[in-house]
C-alpha cells in the first residue's frame, strides 16, 4: 500500500530533550516535506527537500532541522525543544513531474502530536 | 504574508445542498490544489488545476480557477453528512520555482443530515 508513515504519533517531552520525529515513504517520491498545524494559523511549511542531500527551508524553520539521506526517509530534529513547538507535524511526499510546474499532488502521513512543556 | 485565503471560515449546510468555497493568494502560481482533512487526520488531496486550466471536475467536485483575480473556488455539490470535514487550498507558487506549496488556513464545513 502507498503510503506516508511517520512515528511516534504522539509524544510528550519536555523543554530541551532532543527528538526526532520519522517520517518514510514508499513511492519513491523526490520530494518531501515537513508541515506545522496550529488552530486558526493552517498548515506552515517547515524544510522540503527535493531530492537527496537536497534540503531546504519553509516558512517556519527555526528551532528544527532535516536530513535527507535516503530518498525514501526525511526525518525531523528538534535538538532543543520549546513549548512554542508544541503543535501536530505532518510529513508529506509527492513526485516531481518536469522541472518545473510543481510541487504536485502531496501525500500526507497521519500526523504527529507533539507537546513540549 | 499568507498566500492561500479561504472564505468562509465556516459554512454549516444541510444534507442535499451544495458547498462553496473560495480562496484567494497573492502571487503567480503554477498549480492551485484543494485538500480536504477530517478532524486531527493527515491531509487528502482532491483536486489540482494548473495555471492555464479555469475548470476542472472530479465526481461531485468543481473546481475553478481565476488568474486575473487571483481567486479559485471549491463546489461541492449535493452534499452528504460524510463531507462535513475541513478543507484547504494550496498555492504552488511560481516564484518559489515550483518547491513551495502554501496553505490557507481553511474552511470547516459542516454538513447536517
Known amino acids: 500500500e502507498a503510503q506516508v508513515t511517520q512515528n511516534p504519533r504522539y509524544l510528550i517531552t519536555v523543554t530541551g530533550k532532543k527528538l526526532t520525529v520519522t517520517c518514510s515513504q514508499n513511492m519513491n517520491h523526490e520530494y518531501m516535506s515537513w508541515y506545522r498545524q496550529d488552530p486558526g494559523l493552517g498548515l506552515r511549511q517547515i524544510y522540503y527537500s527535493m531530492n537527496v542531500e537536497v534540503t531546504d527551508k519553509g516558512d517556519v524553520p527555526e528551532g528544527y532541522k532535516v536530513s535527507r539521506k535516503e530518498k525514501r526517509n526525511f526525518p525531523l530534529i528538534l535538538e532543543s525543544p520549546s513549548p512554542n513547538q508544541t503543535s501536530l507535524y505532518f510529513c508529506?511526499?509527492?513526485?516531481?513531474?518536469?522541472?518545473?510546474?510543481?510541487?504536485?499532488?502531496?501525500?500526507f502521513g497521519p500526523g504527529t502530536r507533539l507537546t513540549v512543556t | 504574508s499568507q498566500q492561500g485565503e479561504e472564505d468562509p471560515q465556516a459554512l454549516s449546510i444541510q444534507e442535499g445542498e451544495n458547498a462553496t468555497m473560495n480562496c484567494s493568494y497573492k502571487?503567480?502560481?503554477?498549480?492551485l490544489q484543494w485538500y480536504r482533512q477530517n478532524s486531527g487526520r493527515g491531509l487528502v488531496h482532491l483536486i489540482l488545476?494548473?495555471?492555464?486550466?479555469r475548470e476542472k471536475h472530479s465526481g461531485r467536485l468543481r473546481v475553478t480557477l481565476d488568474t486575473s483575480k487571483k481567486s479559485s473556488s471549491l463546489l461541492i455539490t449535493a452534499s452528504r453528512a460524510a463531507d462535513t470535514a475541513s478543507y484547504f487550498c494550496a498555492t504552488a507558487s511560481r516564484e518559489t520555482s515550483g518547491s513551495r506549496l502554501t496553505f490557507g488556513e481553511g474552511t470547516q464545513l459542516t454538513v447536517n443530515p
Open positions: 502571487t503567480s502560481i503554477n498549480n
Open positions: 508529506a511526499s509527492s513526485p516531481i513531474i518536469g522541472l518545473a510546474g510543481g510541487p504536485y499532488e502531496q501525500y
Open positions: 488545476i494548473r495555471s492555464n486550466e
